[in-house]
């Protein structure tokens, strides 16, 4: 629907309607109005204004040059003329009412038929020099406002009235008046080239459209699987994709670390919300970005805590070792922040190792997440760890002796294990 507020061009009011002679002013702003600012709507709208506005061109030649060969061709002029007419007057019933789809379907049945008329009353297709042509931009303007389904019924009547207009030209022909030759050859010349030209434009604008819709399509697919990967990892997000949506996977050999930010919660109460969180993600955009660099899936953050994976979903064998260096760097980044902040935040880091099961539940909101002994004694190790050091179990010291420093804790009592051995990660 028009929108005379919206619109760029002043447009009179309904309660004060146009004049025949504003007719050609107004499709002009409508369909330059439409054409910058495409939608759905408008889109259809400015391809129909283009095909009537041409045709109303042409329409002004047809009259002009067969008014001028003498009275006797006054019928032929009448035919154009007649549709110029009726177009407007279809323009301005669309225009007060804001019925776009009686204008359509008035313009396009004008389009169709006013060829014929005029190739009739000139006397067929010889005399004509085959200006029934004209008729082919209605089944072309229904293709691209109407759609592909909705078009075929108007080819179809085009195909059948230029079979009609083949079998009776014998009769149209007979009573023909003569036209002079540089007249008809004008018409062959304009029938040709105006046909072309106008569905070269219409084509061209339409495929500047799509081209448009696609870019815009492209650009909002790749931020759409720019969010997914921010949620998901690249795996996974493509297992989903491809309709996978039962996804649990085992894996035997992997490491897992807890990071907890101590004496947080007492930070809530002193910190106004948006400095608080403000400050939590400039301290965990560094750890993302150390774990990006280590080619480590952060698997989600809790309030002040931060879970990463070592070896799942992409299996590794130096899963322990690169969780290990891991903690060790965020011990480091946590030092640079505090000196640039001015905070003295400490950290606990708990680490543990072995078989888990990783996957994906539910059907919206998706989140990847694993489950397994490993994922609780990590989470016990960072509870029971003292503040700023890396505690890890027993199955990530396994991994871990023979490259790393580490001091054995002795027996610490961990909830639903008992006494355990512990052992804490040194630089």
Known sequence: MLDTKSSSAKLP????????????SIITREFWHNISHPTDSTLGKAILMLLVFAESLVCIFWIYTLSGLGEGYAMMAAVPYVYVIFSYASLLIFYRSKKFEYFTFTQLVMLLVMPFFMQWAIGGYEASSGIAIWAILSPIGALMILGTKQSTPWFILFAVLAGL???????FAGNSLPIPSHVKDTFFLMNII???????AVMRFFQSQKERTLLELSLEQARSEKLLLNILPKSIANRLKDNDMRIADSHERVTILFADIVGFTKMTATMPPAELVDLLSQLFSRFDALAD???????KTIGDGYMVIGGAPVAR??????????????QQALVEFNAL???????????????VVAGVIG???FAYDIWGDPV?????MEKTCSVGGIHVSEATYELLKDNHQLESRGLIDIKGKGEVTTYLLKA
């Open 194 to 200: 105006g046909t072309s030209c106008i569905l070269y």
């Open 317 to 330: 064998d130096d899963h322990a070792t690169v969780i290990a260096q891991l903690a060790l760097d965020m």
């Open 13 to 24: 009011l309904a309660s004060a309607p146009p004049d025949a002679s504003e007719m050609p």
């Open 363 to 365: 059907t919206s909101k």
């Open 376 to 380: 609780n004694m990590a989470s016990r």
């Open 341 to 355: 902040t001015g905070k003295n935040l400490q950290m606990r880091i708990g680490i543990s190792s072995g078989p």
């Open 293 to 299: 660099s280590y080619n480590l899936e952060k698997i």
């Open 165 to 171: 207009s083949w079998q009776l030209n014998y009769m």
